[in-house]
Nanobody
Framework: EVRLVESGGGLVQTGGSLRLSCQASGFARDDFAIGWFLQAPGKGRERLSC????????YYRDSVKGRFTMSGGNDKNTVYLQMNSLKPEDSDVYYC????????????????WGKGTQVTVSS
């Protein structure tokens, strides 16, 4: 059974930093795509970032380029999202997502979802 478990969310002031972690388990192969989606209140889920191991590329949403960085842990089942220069508009529930295939932009392209972790940036 595939599981994704997020951690590291919380409350931070504008300009601060947080690091989210996602621990994956249950994958038969280690080249699965993994990333993060957002869901703000009243909005649909939107892709924030995605590490596509098959092609060795990481996608980022335009609004976070230069501020957020995905990285891997010592094992391929752990990824981190380092978030710097946080803004109130970054406040969201952040979901770790994964797929056996490539990174897709739409949420339907991801078969596996964590429960989400809340990030709140105060002004």
């Amino acid at each position: 059974e595939v599981r994704l478990v997020e951690s590291g969310g919380g409350l931070v002031q504008t300009g601060g930093s947080l690091r989210l972690s996602c621990q994956a388990s249950g994958f038969a192969r280690d080249d699965f795509a993994i990333g993060w989606f957002l869901q703000a209140p009243g909005k649909g889920r939107e892709r924030l970032s995605c590490l596509d191991r098959k092609i060795g590329f990481t996608y980022y949403r335009d609004s976070v380029k230069g501020r957020f960085t995905m990285s891997g842990g010592n094992d391929k089942n752990t990824v981190y999202l380092q978030m710097n220069s946080l803004k109130p508009e970054d406040s969201d529930v952040y979901y770790c997502v994964a797929a056996d295939g490539l990174c897709r932009e739409d949420e339907t392209g991801f078969d596996y979802w964590g429960k989400g972790t809340q990030v709140t940036v105060s002004s």
